[in-house]
């Protein structure tokens, strides 16, 4: 097995085990083969489900071709953000510049399909090639009438979570640019959702029987008319802090609204999100109705969870995402279904985070900051996990090794998100670690409990 | 659905029929045994290109990056590239490195030879991977021409002369590794020494492991590649490229290898050429095992001609890809009216009709999109939809079968394991077209016959 690089050794640590010290924020290493993608692929995935805008990709045409229709961020009306738009740079304009076939595809897209705005990406070398995509953005906005946001996301400018900052400047450009007159004393916006299999839809619903207006959801199942109108609501709600605590910021300088941060994983994360919502208004009916909601909707799905609990007690998993905070609510949801995390780590996690983290786990976890198949792959096989959460390039690692697996990510197409989230993940787990097929796998087939001699050594 | 119609062709490209060459640069150098491929630009494109072929082959794949800064791109991406390739020994210590640019770096001007000539120099003494480099700016083709500009740089940089040898060369162009294994069958049934490059049919259709393998097992080995030289012929599965740029071109040239370029071995007339140039090389008759498959496909087609005949085919993916499958639909009856792909080799045209003189009045889009296929296809009336995934949103759209073959199939399991080469690949492609055919018109029929 092929050893840690040196320079990566200071992004491990196992808790409990030696003081802790732990380098993140930092530059992938050259030829290390992170997990991680580029602004590009921060500024794109919080964008994508805003689904009446048009989102057109500045650049040679990979960068549209990878991220077409990529993510289940569903919607409830428009889907043109489905569309995969590309001004697909030829070395005819990397040579004279690109800013013509910019301006020309962005008024025909714009004439054909009507979009409520648009965001124009700038990939690699679009600022080396000298093409000043702000003035283009600006010509055509005074000319159709609707916001064309440049969003300034070269993918070698930074890492994903600068992508998320280029992303909340784009939309914070929109903000305060409709009518609050008609919106409610109780109202929020929903922060960093984004609406994968209807997550959004699902923890819209709760505030809604809770009695709080929703102003806008950025962005799952975004709209640009409710972006506009979002500095009209009492409070911001962020989720996934890792993306949005930029534009909450924001809007709390220049609109003086307070936020708060919640995660809707897991019944414990959603009941105190909930909560924590229904407290800031100390509204006597919110608290009712949030105290009835959460009482329903846990005594649901308790039966399911305690039948899952029951088979799964003591199996161990190993956790990668994109941001860490996510990791927070996923060791609580699978202790929720007796289970151990043994691995946690995340592409972009902070310092408070990563403490955070060693504070919420047992001795002897693993913590690990911009990761790779190679160390994952050594990890997984050291603590012998039952199942991985992740997302698509962390699934061959786990199944060739015969390990169950669970989408956490964009991609995935059930919703994991709100109370009948937890169900869903219960089932997925369930699902994967409960299968039949590992007895068959070489490396359980081998050993007494699957550990074989081989992956020791 | 809307077909959103174009006054005079859209400027963007819209929902594209095609990835970047640097893509296609990895897929190649992924059929090279111990072969990191190692991309020399941002993180993101190795990290998109990895999911992309991850979606597909359902296998672990590993493509590293030289990870540019702002720094990098400022004061170009020597130190990143020698720092990436260092740390690539030192975590995969793989046989091979192939190296592939993007547009980034392709931009910015970096001198990636004299890079490599560097990076050498401060290794001397020391035993390190062969280190291979290809130019794919992604601003120029289409993953179609990374992978034929792969295949030449392995060979460019790898293959040796010497003693004749009666061996034959099979450089098989994008197909899956199913594809590839069938080939091997084929070509070691004529008892022939052969070399198969790029050879991935291991390395993204490998079984479950008993431990972690930083490199998966399998692949055209090194000194394969460098006994390319000396063999006596090469079979070039190749339509659609500049044939005097191929691999199989520079053997020709370089070493006097005979080469035969030809479409991919899709249909049984294309089946029947390629065991024809076999024959030819081993002096061998087709083994009786091929005879036997033929007679088998040649009984299918006659048993499902009713249902399949004039039907009226979308065919999309790469040129070669739909030159192969257009000769294969010709044979049997069914008319492609539309085809689309995101190549513009300019030689489509041709290609086609040379592989199927039979067919006409078929509309090809080169260099096109899905959208802009969109609106011919909602003109062409057609009966099913015949390529990649990418056609699932047009084909519920217009409530028409999907048979899913080529690259990639992302809403379905095994399309590392699709067949398309061959008498079976062939008979594979029609009971999937012909069955398509019948469902669909048994789902739509009132009656719901449990005969056909």
């Given amino acids: 097995m092929a050893d840690i690089l040196d320079t990566r050794k200071a992004q491990i640590h196992r808790t409990g085990l030696e003081p802790f010290e732990m380098a993140c924020e930092k530059n992938s290493l050259a030829g290390s083969v992170s997990q991680r993608a580029c602004v590009f692929c921060g500024s794109r995935v919080v964008l994508y489900p805003i689904v009446d805008a048009l989102h057109l990709i500045h650049g040679p045409v990979g960068c549209a071709s990878y991220t077409w229709d990529i993510r289940g961020a569903t919607s409830t009306g428009p889907r043109l953000h489905r569309m995969s738009f590309s001004t697909d740079l030829q070395e005819k304009e990397v040579i004279f510049g690109g800013e013509k076939k910019l301006y020309e595809s962005l008024v025909e897209l714009i004439d054909a399909y009507e979009p409520k705005a648009a965001f124009v990406y700038s990939t690699c070398i679009v600022g080396i090639i000298g093409d000043d995509i702000e003035a283009i953005c600006r010509r055509v906005e005074a000319e159709k009438g609707i916001p064309v946001l440049p969003v300034m996301s070269e993918g070698f400018k930074g890492t994903k979570k600068d992508g998320y900052k280029a992303a909340c400047d784009a939309i914070a450009k929109l903000v305060g640019t409709g009518d609050i007159s008609d919106i409610s004393d109780l109202s929020i916006n929903i922060l960093g959702d984004f609406n994968i299999a209807g997550e959004t839809n699902i923890i819209r619903e709760y505030y809604e029987k809770m009695g709080i207006e929703v102003v806008a959801t950025v962005t799952g199942d975004g709209r640009v008319d409710q972006i506009r109108k979002a500095h009209g609501a009492k409070l911001n709600v962020v989720q996934c802090s890792g993306s949005m605590t930029h534009l909450a910021k924001m809007m709390e300088e220049k609109y003086g609204i307070p936020y708060i941060r919640v995660s809707y994983v897991g019944i414990e994360d959603t009941s105190k999100a909930l909560y924590d919502v229904a407290e800031y208004f100390g509204n006597d009916e919110v608290m009712s109705n949030t105290s009835k909601l959460v009482e329903e909707e846990v005594s649901r799905i308790m039966p399911f969870v305690r039948k899952c609990r029951k088979d799964l007690k003591g199996k161990k998993a190993a956790i990668y995402t994109g941001g860490a905070f996510k990791t927070f609510s996923l060791i609580r949801s699978l202790r929720s279904l007796g289970m151990k995390t043994v691995i946690v780590g995340s592409q972009t996690g902070s310092k408070e985070e990563y403490e955070y983290l060693r504070e919420l786990s047992d001795e002897g976890t693993i913590l690990v900051d911009d990761t790779n198949p190679v160390e994952l792959s050594k990890f997984v096989q050291e603590k012998d996990a039952d199942i991985f959460i992740g997302g698509v390039k962390e699934r061959p690692i786990a199944f060739k090794l015969g390990i169950g697996f669970c989408d956490h990510n964009h991609e995935r197409k059930i919703p994991l998100a709100g109370f009948i989230g937890m169900e869903t993940f219960a089932r997925e787990v369930y699902g994967s670690v409960m299968s039949p097929v590992w007895q068959f796998v070489p490396r359980k087939a081998r050993g007494a409990g699957g550990k074989s001699e081989e992956v020791v050594a | ?452």
């Avoid at chain 2, 931009?107 to 291979?132: N, Q, S, W, Y």
């Avoid at chain 2, 079979?235 to 199989?248: P, Q, R, Y």
């Avoid at chain 2, 015949?386 to 095994?414: E, M, Q, W």
């Fill in chain 2, 1 to 452: 659905m809307t077909v959103i119609e174009s006054k005079a062709g859209f400027t963007a490209t819209r929902n594209a029929c095609k990835l970047c060459t640097p893509f296609g640069a990895c897929m190649a150098y992924k059929g090279v045994r111990g072969a990191m491929p190692f991309l020399h630009g941002s993180q993101g494109c190795s990290t998109y290109i990895r999911r992309y072929m991850i979606s597909h082959f359902k296998e672990p794949v590993d493509i590293a990056s030289s990870n540019f800064t702002e720094d990098t791109a400022i004061f170009g991406g020597g130190k990143n590239f020698a720092l990436g390739l260092a740390n690539v020994i030192r975590q995969y210590n793989p046989e091979l490195i192939g190296i592939a640019t993007t547009c980034l770096s392709e931009t910015i001007g970096d001198d990636v030879p004299m890079m490599l000539k560097e990076f050498r120099k401060a290794f001397e003494g020391t035993e390190i991977p062969e280190l291979v480099h290809v130019s794919t700016p992604s601003y120029s083709g289409t993953h179609a021409d990374g992978f034929f500009a792969t295949l030449r740089a392995l060979v460019e940089g790898l293959a040796e002369g010497g003693v004749k040898r009666k061996a034959v060369n099979i450089i098989s162009g994008m197909i899956s590794p199913a594809d590839i294994r069938h080939l091997k069958d084929m070509v070691a049934s004529f008892g022939i020494e052969s070399v198969l490059l790029p050879d991935y049919s291991d390395t993204l259709d490998g079984p479950a492991w008993s431990e972690y393998h930083n490199l998966p097992e399998g692949g055209t080995t090194v000194d394969e590649i460098r006994s390319m030289g000396s063999a006596t012929q090469t079979v070039e599965f190749v339509s659609n490229w500049d044939l005097k740029k191929t691999a199989g071109a520079y053997l020709e040239n370089r070493f006097g290898v005979k080469n035969h370029a030809m479409p991919l071995p899709i249909g049984l007339r294309q089946t029947d050429r390629f065991l024809d140039v076999l024959e030819e090389a081993s002096g061998m008759d087709t083994p009786e095992r091929y005879v036997a498959e033929r007679g088998r496909l040649i009984d299918a087609y006659v048993d499902a001609h009713k249902y399949i005949f004039d039907k009226r085919a979308v065919v999309f993916g790469e040129e070669d890809f739909i030159t192969g499958i257009v000769s294969f639909l010709a044979e049997v009856g069914i008319r492609p009216v539309v085809v689309l792909s995101g190549g513009n080799s300019g030689n489509l045209r041709e290609s086609i009709a040379e592989v199927a003189p039979e067919i006409s009045g078929i509309e090809i889009l080169d260099g096109s999109d899905f959208e802009d296929m969109a609106e011919e296809v909602a003109k062409a009336n057609p009966d099913i939809l015949i390529g990649n995934s990418k056609g699932y949103t047009l084909a519920r759209a217009l409530d028409l079968p999907l048979v899913r073959v080529g690259f990639p199939v992302h809403d379905r399991i095994g399309g590392a394991r699709l067949l398309h080469v061959g008498y079976k690949g062939a008979l594979s492609l029609l009971d999937s077209i012909a069955n398509a055919i019948i469902d669909h018109r048994q789902r739509n029929d009132d009656w719901g016959y449990t005969y056909m």
